[in-house]
């Protein structure tokens, strides 16, 4: 592995290093010698004159055309002791700068290729770094920064991109503090695998030598290079003035620029309340917009297609259907349609290509003329991206006195299941109203997937706009990501917008109503959706509701566990954030009974769970899709969706044989294996468990020093490092941010400073470091202060003492030890255990009052300041601190409170606290109903609930019963 090891580290040289390749030719133009003053700048070298020449001709007006403030610069960008020619000029349609770059070759100027780049302000600067060998660009917002370097030989070759994103994080107090994450992508999108921080950052900037870009002579002219050639013969060119005079015209009303017929990059982030979202690194603009007669009386309305903020503020952007009318005057906004749905529960959902779930999607925008009237649609499909489900959306608006209007028949058109063909099978289901709602429109057919959308299957119906997103990433990545908050961002998203107005004919076609029946369906699809129960594996009917729940589990990865019976049978099913049941799975019947289904933990693990059925042990991703599966007695540990299995070799006469461990990624692949001879199975037990957070524990012998050797392996970074320490000790007190804690005492003949009473043991990133603890933070008797908690911050410590006991936090990033001397140090009790815990800088420590009561104390590590009010409580049954949630179980009491100590909500008398999870909980109380008969409740740690109950409308069941 240490091979690995090496090839890791260089990863880090990525960030300075290039890659060259491959092929490229064109443009060639033949050279001249002569010389010139018209471009000073240049140099007498053979290639400088070529360019120049070059550059007179306007040789290179060909191979761009629409850019102003056109530039050049003569530059040697890859070290080949000659220089390239770049030139320069900003898409004002697009709004971004474009780069060509040319060589010398064979006494020829050659194209090498062209790049482009949104900047948002400067003058399209561009940078060389030696060590990358390569050139720079950058883009800016308010918060977010980032360069992308490009390899410049052959052909113009993306390497890699960095992130710096700001982020003003509220402290104690009410105070803000700026504090900057990073992250970078190689040329596919996925991951670096190198971490960024701000001494990487800086020195990156420090190597960045700008190059020097001179104007072009006659730019002016040049950057108009073919804008006015027209083909009198295409109506293509009067069609596009003329939607451009229409988007022209809703710029100048709304304020908004054109950002049609293109495509944005998009990023997968974590909102406030720990969804993953993608979020378009674009501001508002008009997606398409053109101009027609639409009422009849003689003068023409506008309808746009824009994205904007919401008049709902929580909703954020979303599309606008917008109509104008010019009132002799001025033109005028008379209508604004928002696209949003409303869900079961009642929240308020948009609907739009450039930002939202996690999925692959296809939007569609068109419009129909229908008895004498102009009707407007939307049309939304997807499908998930780590899972198999799909969503269908339909929604129309009808144009009546200058006023868009829904369609009353288009109101709640929406599917959400796996797979989708059993929607437009299900005539005699629950979507039947639904499906006879749309075919009531006159389509042909309701069926939709990409590239098929209704536009595509009916006659009469004009496309006014499409939008397809897509990734690069792969779903194992995606699901990597989700489950690894250190991670604030994943790029590798696309949406591509294609404003199709220019080939709207100027004649429309009326809409013949299609006299679509469903009676014929519903013959062909009855006697086949009636036993969907029994041999199907979907299912439309009511199974369960929350009173049939035995047991649940709180959300991870947006899945909550939840065990019911069904006809007899053991299930274990998964819900999402609204209450669906995706899918469940039978399971055997002793597992439950015993103990077996809890060997490993219920709840997912970076996208991936697990279940034993009939001694198959499978893997699992979020939507139930079985990725791999094992005979169950040969599994030994699982986590994150990676399976430690073994395999015996009985050996014979001579030979004891050996059992060799395998581990497998959640495809079955193999990632890892060792070897322990039998032999050695009678005199050593040899540990293999996960830890959690990504890292397995191991043993194995040491056939030098005959005695086994501790290693961890990190499915994240795929790397194996050999630790020191007693793995007991690491089992028990696990991984918290992905770090392990230990504190030690010295071994014997171990040597360490006089001063010294122990040691802290750190383990991050395969990185052992031990710190030696002084004496003055000792307990009495010179014992090692006891380890309560720690984060990626701060390590939470106790001293006992007769004459009072000390809180000793280590501060990770300044190296040091210090007492906690606050306010509150003479009121410290020997509480450990549960009590007293840490959460990133903010340490909740239990101490005791002078009236001899319990109190909860909030602590800011970085300052030291204490909350204002401490939290009474004397039982402390359990004590819950992270994402910026304080849970404090007091005997029959549970709060909740905010970093400031404020209460947020209690569990009533009633209710059970059943489970905690990040950001959610699982609550259980009796059903009125039934006597004896437990409801489950999930809610926010704001007290609301999730959900009022079970939809298990197209769940999906794994194995047959």
Known sequence: MQKKKRKYSKLCILLMVALSLCLMLSCVVNVSAETNDTYAEMGDSEEETAYREFLLDKSYS??????????????????????????????????????????????????????????????????????????????????????????????VEKNFTIHKQSVDVKKFGGKYERQYYYSGEDENGDPLGVKIDDEVWTEFESRMQEIPFYELDDSEEISQYDANEEDEGSEQVTDTNKISDAAKIVGEVSGLQYMGSQTYNLSLQRDENNYSTLYPEIESGILAAFSMDFDGDGEEEIFSVSYDDSMQDELGKVLHFLILENNGETWEITSDQEIATSSSYGDVIDRNCLDGKCVKEEDSVFFREYDGTYEFFYEEYDTGIIGDGQEWFFKGFCLEDGNLEVIDETDELYFSGSPIDLLWENFEGDYRNELESFCSLGFASPEVCFDNMTVDNNDCLYRILRMVRDTTCSSEAISQWMSNSLQERLDGFTCTIEDQTGEIP??????????????????????????????GDMHYNNLITLSDITDAGAYYDNRSFILFYLDGETCKGFLDREGNLIFYTPITAEAYDEEDIYAYDVNYDNGYNWFEFEDIFYVIDINGNIKSQYVAEDVVSYGAGYTWTKQEDEGDWENTGETQYILHDPDGKTVLTYSIGNEFFDNWSFRNTYLGDGIFLYEKMNDELKDESVFLFDIYSLETSEIHVEPYHVIENGVRDHMIALVSDFEYGEEHDDDSVGKLILIKNGEEQSIFIPQKYASDWSFCPSLLSWSDQYVLMLATHSSGDKFIIYDIKNQKFQTYDGKYKRYVKDYTGACTTVYKNIIAMRVEGADDNGYLCLVNADTMEESDNPIAANIFDDIYLENGILVVQDGSDTNFYNPEGDLLFSVQEDEELWEIGKDSLVLSKTDDSEEDTKKFQFVNFNGTELFKDINDNGSKRILDF
Do not use: C, P
């Open 62 to 155: 060909a191979d761009m055309k629409n850019l102003d403030a056109m530039m050049y610069s003569a530059y040697d960008v890859n070290d080949d002791q000659k220089k390239e020619l770049i030139v320069k000029g900003f898409n004002t349609e697009d709004m971004h700068y474009e780069y060509t770059f040319y060589h010398y070759e064979d006494t020829q100027v050659q194209l090498i290729g062209t790049l482009d780049n949104w900047q948002n302000g400067g003058s399209g600067e561009m940078y060389y770094v030696a060590k990358g060998n390569g050139i720079v660009v950058n883009m800016r917002l308010a918060d977010h920064m980032s360069y992308t370097l490009y390899q410049i030989k052959d052909k």
């Open 506 to 535: 100027q004649n429309i076609e009326e809409f013949q109503m299609n006299q679509y029946s469903t009676s014929g369906v519903e013959s062909e699809y009855t006697e086949e959706s009636q036993k969907t129960f029994d041999d």
